[in-house]
């Protein structure tokens, strides 16, 4: 047991608390899929994970940023969260435990891109002028904030395709893959591009497995649970979602 991956935690730690103190032995490290929503520094929030020495890796979800630029600010700045700040996952590759993790946030968004449709926008630079064609109905306030919510919770093809050129053993995502009724399968073309042997994700608050006809797997873990690469549940948090039937091609497992 090294590593324990943390469906959306919505501000709920004391399940994470709660989970951990019931362990007879701890997890080295933790991956926290997103949508943590921090009203105080992620170093504070995260006391039940660092106080007992285990390490904090974590990407975004599509909540994030619901508070505002401080609520990002208190998940993502170094100058607040100087134990933390290193874990962020998003748009790169980092070995955890001898494991080599990939991380990808935030979750596809029409006015940049939602697959299979090709992307409006390539890269954050793109987005200034776009907002700005919106036109006089818009508050400088409203795009403001739409532009902060777009460059931080969507998926952007530059982050995309640059993790596509890496090779990692498992990918985590806040969107879900094609595995999931409501995912996406542009997620499975990119882990197979990076040789992945996993996709773990959350968003969607429903734990299960699923592998596809080529051996892709995939976990789904439900908010605020912790649970192993291999299904293995150490907590439940928050009551899990119904899961609906699978898309075609994708079996449950476990």
């Known amino acids: 047991m090294t ?32 949508d943590v929503q921090c009203d105080r520094p992620l170093d504070v929030l995260a006391a039940p994970l660092l106080d007992r020495g285990i390490a904090v890796h974590w990407i975004f979800g599509n909540h994030d940023n619901d508070g505002g630029p401080d ?17 962020a996952l998003h748009g790169r590759v980092t070995e955890i435990e001898g494991v080599r993790v990939a991380g990808l946030g935030g979750t596809f968004r029409p006015r940049v891109w939602e697959p299979p449709a090709a992307p409006r926008l390539h890269a954050r630079s793109e987005l200034p002028a776009d907002v700005a064609a919106l036109g006089q109905g818009w508050r400088p306030e409203h795009i403001a904030a739409l532009t902060h919510s777009l460059s931080t919770m969507a998926i952007w093809p530059e982050d995309f395709h640059q993790l596509a050129a890496q090779r990692a053993d498992i990918l985590v995502t806040h969107e879900a893959p094609g595995s999931y009724p409501a995912g996406n399968p542009a997620l499975d073309e990119l882990a197979r591009s990076m040789g992945v042997r996993l996709v773990i994700h959350g968003h ?21 649970w912790g649970a192993l690469e291999d299904g293995t549940v150490l907590w439940a948090g928050d009551k899990e979602r119904h899961l609906a039937p699978l898309p075609r091609g994708w079996v449950l497992v476990g």
Do not use: K
């Not at 709920?12 to 080295?28: C, F, H, K, S, T």
């Not at 609520?71 to 874990?87: E, F, I, Q």
């Not at 429903?206 to 789904?220: C, E, H, I, M, S």
């Open 3 to 34: 590593i324990v991956f943390i469906g959306d935690i919505h501000q709920q730690w004391n399940m994470v608390e709660r989970g951990l103190a019931a362990l007879d032995r701890l997890p080295a490290a933790a991956v926290i899929l997103g």
């Open 71 to 87: 609520m990002w600010t208190c998940l993502t700045d170094p100058s607040r969260n100087p134990r933390t700040a290193p874990g």
């Open 204 to 224: 969607y608050h429903t734990g299960y497995q699923a592998v596809a006809p080529d051996g892709l797997r995939v976990l789904g873990v439900g908010a605020a």
